[in-house]
Protein backbone atom coordinates (compact mmCIF):
# COMPACT_ATOMS: atom_id res chain seq x y z
CA UNK A 1 0.00 0.00 0.00
CA UNK A 2 1.66 3.15 -0.80
CA UNK A 3 1.65 6.28 1.81
CA UNK A 4 3.90 9.00 2.34
CA UNK A 5 6.84 7.90 4.57
CA UNK A 6 9.08 11.06 4.73
CA UNK A 7 9.26 14.11 7.56
CA UNK A 8 5.76 15.63 7.44
CA UNK A 9 6.94 18.66 8.96
CA UNK A 10 8.57 19.39 5.97
CA UNK A 11 5.34 19.23 4.08
CA UNK A 12 4.29 22.21 6.49
CA UNK A 13 7.36 24.12 5.90
CA UNK A 14 6.52 23.58 1.87
CA UNK A 15 3.26 25.28 2.46
CA UNK A 16 4.50 27.68 4.83
CA UNK A 17 2.12 27.14 7.64
CA UNK A 18 1.14 24.50 10.40
CA UNK A 19 -0.67 21.69 8.86
CA UNK A 20 -0.77 20.10 12.54
CA UNK A 21 0.63 16.79 11.22
CA UNK A 22 2.20 16.22 13.94
CA UNK A 23 0.38 16.39 17.21
CA UNK A 24 1.52 17.80 20.46
CA UNK A 25 4.77 19.21 18.60
CA UNK A 26 2.93 21.78 16.75
CA UNK A 27 1.82 23.60 20.09
CA UNK A 28 5.49 22.99 20.98
CA UNK A 29 8.79 25.12 20.28
CA UNK A 30 10.35 22.31 18.67
CA UNK A 31 7.64 23.33 16.10
CA UNK A 32 10.02 23.36 12.52
CA UNK A 33 7.71 26.22 11.36
CA UNK A 34 8.81 28.14 13.97
CA UNK A 35 11.70 27.32 13.95
CA UNK A 36 12.50 27.42 10.15
CA UNK A 37 9.74 28.65 8.11
CA UNK A 38 10.55 28.68 4.85
CA UNK A 39 10.44 25.44 2.28
CA UNK A 40 12.73 22.62 2.70
CA UNK A 41 16.03 21.74 0.52
CA UNK A 42 18.79 23.66 -0.49
CA UNK A 43 17.75 26.42 -1.78
CA UNK A 44 14.52 27.18 0.72
CA UNK A 45 15.66 30.24 1.81
CA UNK A 46 16.14 31.60 -1.71
CA UNK A 47 12.96 30.76 -3.58
CA UNK A 48 10.53 33.23 -2.89
CA UNK A 49 8.70 34.11 -6.05
CA UNK A 50 5.39 34.89 -5.78
CA UNK A 51 2.78 32.44 -6.86
CA UNK A 52 -0.10 33.24 -9.35
CA UNK A 53 -2.26 31.61 -11.31
CA UNK A 54 -1.96 27.77 -11.37
CA UNK A 55 0.60 27.76 -8.72
CA UNK A 56 -1.81 28.75 -6.58
CA UNK A 57 -4.52 26.41 -7.34
CA UNK A 58 -1.73 23.56 -7.40
CA UNK A 59 -0.86 24.69 -3.90
CA UNK A 60 -4.29 24.73 -2.20
CA UNK A 61 -4.71 20.99 -3.49
CA UNK A 62 -1.68 19.89 -2.10
CA UNK A 63 -2.68 21.51 1.07
CA UNK A 64 -5.77 20.12 1.46
CA UNK A 65 -4.40 16.44 0.35
CA UNK A 66 -1.35 16.79 2.91
CA UNK A 67 -3.60 17.71 5.74
CA UNK A 68 -6.38 14.45 5.37
CA UNK A 69 -3.31 12.40 4.14
CA UNK A 70 -4.82 11.22 0.74
CA UNK A 71 -3.18 9.69 -2.22
CA UNK A 72 -3.42 11.97 -5.61
CA UNK A 73 -5.73 9.05 -7.05
CA UNK A 74 -7.98 8.92 -4.34
CA UNK A 75 -8.20 12.72 -4.04
CA UNK A 76 -9.30 12.85 -7.52
CA UNK A 77 -11.65 10.60 -6.88
CA UNK A 78 -13.19 12.62 -4.57
CA UNK A 79 -13.54 15.66 -6.63
CA UNK A 80 -15.06 13.23 -9.24
CA UNK A 81 -17.68 12.29 -7.34
CA UNK A 82 -18.50 15.97 -5.26
CA UNK A 83 -18.28 16.97 -8.97
CA UNK A 84 -21.61 14.91 -9.99
CA UNK A 85 -23.14 15.24 -6.60
CA UNK A 86 -25.78 17.87 -6.23
CA UNK A 87 -24.54 20.96 -4.24
CA UNK A 88 -21.61 23.08 -4.43
CA UNK A 89 -18.50 21.14 -5.44
CA UNK A 90 -15.94 22.29 -3.27
CA UNK A 91 -18.10 22.10 -0.32
CA UNK A 92 -19.15 18.46 -1.06
CA UNK A 93 -15.38 17.68 -1.54
CA UNK A 94 -14.74 18.68 1.87
CA UNK A 95 -17.86 17.11 3.44
CA UNK A 96 -16.31 14.10 1.80
CA UNK A 97 -12.63 14.11 3.47
CA UNK A 98 -14.14 15.28 6.57
CA UNK A 99 -16.15 12.13 6.92
CA UNK A 100 -13.30 9.91 6.39
CA UNK A 101 -13.57 7.72 9.74
CA UNK A 102 -9.49 8.31 10.45
CA UNK A 103 -10.64 11.99 10.49
CA UNK A 104 -13.61 11.59 12.47
CA UNK A 105 -11.04 9.96 15.22
CA UNK A 106 -8.87 12.44 15.01
CA UNK A 107 -11.83 15.09 15.35
CA UNK A 108 -12.95 13.61 18.17
CA UNK A 109 -9.97 13.86 20.39
CA UNK A 110 -9.15 10.35 20.44
CA UNK A 111 -5.84 10.81 18.92
CA UNK A 112 -3.21 13.69 18.74
CA UNK A 113 -3.13 13.42 14.74
CA UNK A 114 -4.31 12.83 11.31
CA UNK A 115 -1.75 10.05 11.20
CA UNK A 116 -2.01 8.76 14.11
CA UNK A 117 -6.04 8.16 13.76
CA UNK A 118 -4.80 6.45 10.86
CA UNK A 119 -2.96 4.34 12.83
CA UNK A 120 -5.39 3.38 15.06
CA UNK A 121 -8.70 2.38 12.49
CA UNK A 122 -6.10 0.09 9.85
CA UNK A 123 -5.12 -1.47 13.51
CA UNK A 124 -8.83 -2.90 14.44
CA UNK A 125 -9.27 -0.25 17.58
CA UNK A 126 -12.25 1.52 16.07
CA UNK A 127 -16.05 0.15 15.75
CA UNK A 128 -19.01 1.88 14.15
CA UNK A 129 -22.29 1.03 14.83
CA UNK A 130 -20.28 -1.52 17.52
CA UNK A 131 -18.78 -3.12 14.36
CA UNK A 132 -14.75 -3.23 13.97
CA UNK A 133 -14.31 -1.08 11.02
CA UNK A 134 -10.38 -0.99 9.80
CA UNK A 135 -10.78 0.82 6.68
CA UNK A 136 -9.46 4.90 7.17
CA UNK A 137 -11.58 5.88 4.10
CA UNK A 138 -14.40 4.52 5.86
CA UNK A 139 -17.43 7.39 5.28
CA UNK A 140 -19.72 7.76 8.26
CA UNK A 141 -23.07 8.96 8.08
CA UNK A 142 -25.28 10.87 10.26
CA UNK A 143 -26.70 8.70 13.13
CA UNK A 144 -23.51 6.35 13.13
CA UNK A 145 -21.83 5.42 16.76
CA UNK A 146 -17.85 5.68 16.98
CA UNK A 147 -16.48 3.88 19.89
CA UNK A 148 -12.88 2.72 20.52
CA UNK A 149 -12.79 -0.86 21.03
CA UNK A 150 -13.40 -1.90 24.75
CA UNK A 151 -10.08 -4.31 24.34
CA UNK A 152 -8.24 -1.13 22.85
CA UNK A 153 -9.04 1.50 25.90
CA UNK A 154 -6.11 1.09 27.83
CA UNK A 155 -3.65 2.16 24.87
CA UNK A 156 -1.22 4.90 25.94
CA UNK A 157 -1.71 7.07 22.86
CA UNK A 158 -5.25 7.30 23.96
CA UNK A 159 -4.62 9.09 27.22
CA UNK A 160 -2.15 11.36 25.37
CA UNK A 161 -4.58 12.26 22.59
CA UNK A 162 -6.95 13.54 25.80
CA UNK A 163 -4.08 16.34 26.80
CA UNK A 164 -4.06 17.44 23.48
CA UNK A 165 -7.97 17.50 22.39
CA UNK A 166 -7.84 20.39 24.99
CA UNK A 167 -6.30 22.35 22.22
CA UNK A 168 -9.24 22.52 20.36
CA UNK A 169 -13.28 22.08 20.14
CA UNK A 170 -14.86 19.09 18.84
CA UNK A 171 -17.17 20.41 15.61
CA UNK A 172 -20.61 20.93 15.99
CA UNK A 173 -21.60 17.92 14.03
CA UNK A 174 -20.43 15.08 16.09
CA UNK A 175 -21.22 14.66 20.17
CA UNK A 176 -18.68 12.58 22.19
CA UNK A 177 -18.20 11.37 25.49
CA UNK A 178 -14.51 11.06 25.56
CA UNK A 179 -14.56 9.28 29.07
CA UNK A 180 -16.19 6.30 27.93
CA UNK A 181 -14.74 6.94 24.11
CA UNK A 182 -17.98 6.79 22.17
CA UNK A 183 -19.17 9.91 20.21
CA UNK A 184 -22.56 10.07 17.84
CA UNK A 185 -22.90 11.64 14.24
CA UNK A 186 -25.40 14.18 14.54
CA UNK A 187 -25.38 15.09 11.19
CA UNK A 188 -23.12 15.70 7.78
CA UNK A 189 -20.78 18.11 7.94
CA UNK A 190 -21.41 22.01 5.93
CA UNK A 191 -18.99 24.18 5.10
CA UNK A 192 -19.19 26.41 8.01
CA UNK A 193 -18.25 23.28 10.65
CA UNK A 194 -15.09 22.71 9.11
CA UNK A 195 -12.38 25.27 9.97
CA UNK A 196 -9.43 24.61 7.41
CA UNK A 197 -7.44 26.97 5.89
CA UNK A 198 -8.20 25.97 2.33
CA UNK A 199 -10.04 27.95 -0.05
CA UNK A 200 -11.39 24.74 -2.51
CA UNK A 201 -12.47 27.03 -5.02
CA UNK A 202 -9.32 27.17 -6.43
CA UNK A 203 -9.17 23.58 -6.41
CA UNK A 204 -12.56 23.08 -8.22
CA UNK A 205 -10.64 25.69 -10.68
CA UNK A 206 -7.28 23.57 -11.03
CA UNK A 207 -9.74 20.14 -11.70
CA UNK A 208 -11.54 21.73 -14.54
CA UNK A 209 -9.11 22.81 -16.90
Known amino acids: MARYTDAVCRLCRREGMKLFLKGSKCFSDKCPVEKRNFAPGQHGKDRKAKIVGYGLQLREK ?5 IYFTLEGQFRNYFEKAAKSRGVTGAKLLEQLE ?10 GFAQSRRQARQLVRHGHVA ?5 VNIPSYQVSAGQEISIRENSR ?6 LAKEYASHGTTPTWLEVDRDNYKAKVLSLPKREDIQLPVNEQLIVELYSK
Do not use: C, F, I, P
Open 62 to 66: QKAKR
Open 99 to 108: RRLDNVVYRL
Open 128 to 132: VDGKK
Open 154 to 159: KLAVLE
